[in-house]
């Protein structure tokens, strides 16, 4: 195109830039109706998924978009279904993927300063490596060229390696012109245009006759070319660290005057990668105030002196994207969603002109509305929704409630705040550090949209046949419902989805109060039994008709053995005219523990959550008595030999709101479901001497520390803090539980 190769050298008097718009009354309402729907989009958070920055991504014909996530592993999120897998590669010997091409079912993988490239079969989960031929090689990006054949851009000898098939041998096609070959992109006359600089030029590649062929100089030498989008006759380029759009007439092979970008040098300092999606352009932005320079020598980028970023900050890309409208001459941002525990960055994209998809991660809050560590959950925005993401399949009624609960001991990030504030009762500390959220971001928003694809009526009515099978009586069934529910949930001290759908709390299983009385109430709707909803003082409760009266059903505190007399179930209004009788059934629920309040450094987590035993109330204050706690749990210290066969059994001074006398129930079991005891005693202090009747054989001991609230209700429950001991010769070597 003789036009391109002469337009090497600009003449002084550019051609001034001008929009065509040559469009008719429908061409301009259908085309403001793209523009309406490009700006939505959905996001799809992983928060299983922790990584760095991402790089470039591709999507394959099943919907997979395929991106390495973290070293040795590769990262798949289905567009269609937001479903999300991790594959482990080990061929990528600790080298991060800085770009992966879907084609022809398999994924070419580049790996930057490595000798070779991968090829990935991810329906076989097998991977081949393949050299690359050149000293000292250096490929981040590729290409599909139009013909049907992929481009590897290898920097230090500035070649292009032409691919026939996935598998095929790379043919080297050296650049005849001076310049670091790093990338390039495939427009509408079949060649790829690829940007050098140094000065700042764009050279074109002819991919079927495998050569370059000419080259076309911007006006401006010092700048450093990205991004390509092709509009009425006209190629976008932008100048990275320079702040401007430069158009060069596709024909014709002249460029236009710069478009100067908004907000350059303020906002963002790097203009780059992007694409053209319905007319306009997006563009990916970073703080680095500075061209990209690459050493050859060491694989690395080259920092210069002097401040590298517009905010004084590490350099990190934006929570947006710059968008530019030719036919308006317009700009605008597509802002990420604001994320609740951190600052969403946008950073890598793709297109195949009906859709777009751009890759990111939410950088955790060092401290309220600051960003930290660039290190943190992965998420896809998609322009259109994953409208094949499925929704529940019937419930798993054999819940593994220890399984769950072994998510959460000591399983707390020591990345996170470990204070929660609640405006309305926990106003935030002065030196909160870390994201402070209820529960993890893109867990809450999946359940919630999964939960609205499920048919509710079909899982609800076959988890409440299922749960109350032989139910002979309502009595019966809304005891199994009750029992149901306290073992399904999770009464989350720390964390809770903040949702009221019931499919959507039974998937999470983790509740507090309110929600679990919507399961209840949804699952006896199912069954047909009268159930209402019914507030308390600082709780709620569920209460249900059956046998001619109304009953309590409070599944979260008690499960199936509900406040009874005579095995009659009370009513609330029973309960609140004598509310110590509740305080005899147990309040599993609130005795957690220890290391479900703590965080993996071992630190509590404050604020917003329930506590230790002792820190909530008797149940009695729900219906209206005078409040009072429970003294904390007695936790066991290591007994001590005193001599002989006698050992001093030990605990922690329990702890009592507002004070008050404390007894401690001491008993020892020659049995490990503590039903044989051997010796019991009540005693003020927090130790006493036992006689051990037997050597060198295991003893179970619970510790119950009671109040006066006895004298309110004398079977008032208080959970045991449990310890074990084997008495063995003084010198015998290990541990034993004595000191």
């Given at each position: 195109?003789?036009?391109?190769?002469?337009?090497?050298?600009?003449?002084?008097?550019?051609?001034?830039?001008?929009?065509?718009?040559?469009?008719?009354?429908?061409?301009?309402?259908?085309?403001?109706?793209?523009?309406?729907?490009?700006?939505?989009?959905?996001?799809?958070?992983?928060?299983?998924?922790?990584?760095?920055?991402?790089?470039?991504?591709?999507?394959?014909?099943?919907?997979?978009?395929?991106?390495?996530?973290?070293?040795?592993?590769?990262?798949?999120?289905?567009?269609?279904?937001?479903?999300?897998?991790?594959?482990?590669?080990?061929?990528?010997?600790?080298?991060?993927?800085?770009?992966?091409?879907?084609?022809?079912?398999?994924?070419?993988?580049?790996?930057?300063?490595?000798?070779?490239?991968?090829?990935?079969?991810?329906?076989?989960?097998?991977?081949?490596?393949?050299?690359?031929?050149?000293?000292?090689?250096?490929?981040?990006?590729?290409?599909?060229?139009?013909?049907?054949?992929?481009?590897?851009?290898?920097?230090?000898?500035s070649k292009a390696l032409v691919l026939d098939g996935p598998?095929?041998?790379?043919?080297?096609?050296?650049?005849?012109?001076?310049?670091?070959?790093?990338?390039?992109?495939?427009?509408?006359?079949?060649?790829?245009?690829?940007?050098?600089?140094?000065?700042?030029?764009?050279?074109?590649?002819?991919?079927?006759?495998?050569?370059?062929?000419?080259?076309?100089?911007?006006?401006?030498?010092?700048?450093?070319?990205?991004?390509?989008?092709?509009?009425?006759?006209?190629?976008?380029?932008?100048?990275?660290?320079?702040?401007?759009?430069?158009?060069?007439?596709?024909?014709?092979?002249?460029?236009?005057?710069?478009?100067?970008?908004?907000?350059?040098?303020?906002?963002?300092?790097?203009?780059?990668?992007?694409?053209?999606?319905?007319?306009?352009?997006?563009?990916?932005?970073?703080?680095?105030?500075?061209?990209?320079?690459?050493?050859?020598?060491?694989?690395?980028?080259?920092?210069?002196?002097?401040?590298?970023?517009?905010?004084?900050?590490?350099?990190?890309?934006?929570?947006?994207?710059?968008?530019?409208?030719?036919?308006?001459?317009?700009?605008?941002?597509?802002?990420?969603?604001?994320?609740?525990?951190?600052?969403?960055?946008?950073?890598?994209?793709?297109?195949?002109?009906?859709?777009?998809?751009?890759?990111?991660?939410?950088?955790?809050?060092?401290?309220p509305g600051e960003p930290g560590q660039v290190f943190g959950?992965?998420?896809?925005?998609?322009?259109?929704?994953?409208?094949?993401?499925?929704?529940?399949?019937?419930?798993?009624?054999?819940?593994?409630?220890?399984?769950?609960?072994?998510?959460?001991?000591?399983?707390?990030?020591?990345?996170?705040?470990?204070?929660?504030?609640?405006?309305?009762?926990?106003?935030?500390?002065?030196?909160?550090?870390?994201?402070?959220?209820?529960?993890?971001?893109?867990?809450?928003a999946e359940i919630v949209r999964r939960a609205e694809k499920?048919?509710?009526?079909?899982?609800?009515?076959?988890?409440?046949?299922?749960?109350?099978?032989?139910?002979?009586?309502?009595?019966?069934?809304?005891?199994?419902?009750?029992?149901?529910?306290?073992?399904?949930?999770?009464?989350?001290?720390?964390?809770?989805?903040?949702?009221?759908?019931?499919?959507?709390?039974?998937?999470?299983?983790?509740?507090?109060?309110?929600?679990?009385?919507?399961?209840?109430?949804?699952?006896?709707?199912?069954?047909?039994?009268?159930?209402?909803?019914?507030?308390?003082?600082?709780?709620?409760?569920?209460?249900?008709?059956?046998?001619?009266?109304?009953?309590?059903?409070?599944?979260?505190?008690?499960?199936?053995?509900?406040?009874?007399?005579?095995?009659?179930?009370?009513?609330?209004?029973?309960?609140?005219?004598?509310?110590?009788?509740?305080?005899?059934?147990?309040?599993?629920?609130?005795?957690?523990?220890?290391?479900?309040?703590?965080?993996?450094?071992?630190?509590?987590?404050?604020?917003?959550?329930?506590?230790?035993?002792?820190?909530?109330?008797?149940?009695?204050?729900?219906?209206?008595?005078?409040?009072?706690?429970?003294?904390?749990?007695?936790?066991?210290?290591?007994?001590?030999?005193?001599?002989?066969?006698?050992?001093?059994?030990?605990?922690?001074?329990?702890?009592?709101?507002?004070?008050?006398?404390?007894?401690?129930?001491?008993?020892?079991?020659?049995?490990?479901?503590?039903?044989?005891?051997?010796?019991?005693?009540?005693?003020?202090?927090?130790?006493?001497?036992?006689?051990?009747?037997?050597?060198?054989?295991?003893?179970?001991?619970?510790?119950?520390?009671?109040?006066?609230?006895?004298?309110?209700?004398?079977?008032?429950?208080?959970?045991?803090?449990?310890?074990?001991?084997?008495?063995?010769?003084?010198?015998?070597?290990?541990?034993?539980?004595?000191?």
């Amino acid at each position: 195109m003789e036009g391109f190769a002469a337009s090497q050298t600009p003449s002084s008097g550019r051609v001034a830039f001008r929009f065509r718009k040559a469009i008719d009354a429908d061409g301009e309402e259908a085309f403001l109706k793209r523009q309406a729907m490009a700006t939505r989009t959905w996001v799809y958070r992983h928060d299983e998924i922790l990584t760095g920055r991402p790089f470039g991504f591709d999507v394959d014909g099943e919907g997979w978009l395929w991106e390495g996530c973290g070293r040795d592993r590769l990262t798949g999120h289905n567009l269609r279904t937001a479903a999300c897998v991790q594959i482990p590669v080990p061929q990528m010997g600790q080298r991060p993927v800085y770009q992966a091409i879907a084609w022809e079912g398999k994924l070419v993988l580049t790996l930057g300063d490595a000798p070779f490239y991968l090829v990935f079969d991810p329906a076989k989960r097998t991977c081949v490596r393949r050299e690359i031929p050149a000293a000292r090689p250096i490929v981040w990006y590729g290409k599909k060229a139009s013909n049907g054949k992929v481009i590897l851009f290898e920097r230090t000898e500035s070649k292009a390696l032409v691919l026939d098939g996935p598998d095929a041998e790379p043919r080297p096609v050296a650049c005849p012109f001076e310049g670091q070959l790093a990338g390039g992109w495939s427009r509408s006359d079949g060649y790829l245009y690829c940007p050098l600089s140094d000065p700042a030029r764009i050279v074109r590649f002819d991919p079927v006759k495998e050569r370059f062929i000419d080259e076309n100089r911007s006006p401006f030498a010092g700048a450093t070319l990205a991004g390509s989008h092709e509009q009425d006759g006209i190629l976008y380029l932008w100048d990275t660290a320079g702040g401007r759009l430069l158009p060069l007439v596709f024909e014709q092979g002249t460029w236009l005057d710069p478009i100067p970008a908004p907000d350059h040098g303020r906002v963002y300092g790097f203009m780059g990668g992007g694409f053209g999606f319905q007319g306009r352009i997006y563009i990916c932005l970073s703080t680095f105030a500075h061209p990209s320079r690459l050493d050859l020598e060491t694989g690395t980028c080259v920092l210069p002196e002097g401040p590298l970023t517009v905010d004084g900050r590490p350099p990190r890309f934006l929570d947006r994207f710059l968008v530019f409208d030719p036919r308006t001459q317009s700009f605008d941002y597509l802002v990420a969603p604001e994320q609740p525990d951190g600052v969403p960055l946008l950073c890598y994209s793709w297109t195949d002109g009906e859709r777009f998809a751009i890759t990111g991660v939410v950088i955790p809050f060092a401290a309220p509305g600051e960003p930290g560590q660039v290190f943190g959950p992965w998420f896809v925005l998609q322009s259109e929704p994953a409208g094949e993401e499925p929704g529940f399949e019937l419930p798993d009624v054999a819940f593994d409630r220890e399984a769950h609960l072994a998510r959460y001991r000591r399983r707390y990030g020591a990345s996170r705040s470990l204070y929660l504030p609640h405006e309305a009762h926990s106003p935030a500390i002065v030196n909160m550090q870390g994201p402070a959220t209820d529960y993890p971001p893109g867990r809450a928003a999946e359940i919630v949209r999964r939960a609205e694809k499920t048919d509710a009526n079909a899982y609800l009515s076959h988890l409440a046949e299922v749960v109350t099978r032989d139910a002979g009586t309502d009595a019966e069934a809304v005891k199994r419902v009750a029992g149901y529910v306290h073992q399904a949930l999770y009464y989350n001290p720390i964390q809770i989805p903040h949702t009221s759908d019931p499919v959507a709390i039974l998937e999470s299983h983790d509740a507090r109060c309110g929600q679990g009385v919507a399961v209840t109430l949804a699952l006896l709707k199912a069954l047909g039994i009268p159930a209402r909803r019914v507030p308390l003082s600082h709780h709620v409760v569920a209460e249900a008709t059956y046998d001619g009266g109304d009953h309590i059903v409070d599944a979260m505190f008690f499960g199936a053995d509900q406040p009874h007399h005579d095995g009659c179930v009370l009513s609330v209004e029973a309960l609140k005219a004598d509310p110590h009788v509740a305080d005899a059934f147990p309040q599993a629920c609130f005795a957690y523990d220890p290391e479900l309040l703590e965080s993996t450094d071992g630190f509590w987590v404050l604020g917003y959550v329930f506590g230790i035993w002792g820190s909530e109330p008797y149940y009695s204050y729900y219906l209206g008595a005078e409040k009072e706690h429970p003294p904390t749990l007695p936790l066991a210290l290591p007994a001590r030999r005193v001599d002989g066969h006698r050992v001093c059994l030990n605990w922690a001074r329990s702890l009592k709101m507002g004070g008050g006398a404390v007894e401690y129930d001491v008993r020892v079991y020659s049995d490990r479901a503590c039903t044989e005891a051997v010796f019991h005693a009540t005693t003020e202090e927090t130790s006493v001497v036992y006689e051990v009747e037997e050597p060198n054989r295991m003893y179970f001991v619970e510790k119950r520390a009671m109040d006066g609230h006895r004298e309110k209700n004398p079977d008032t429950w208080y959970p045991a803090a449990r310890s074990n001991f084997v008495l063995v010769p003084e010198d015998q070597y290990g541990w034993y539980g004595v000191v």
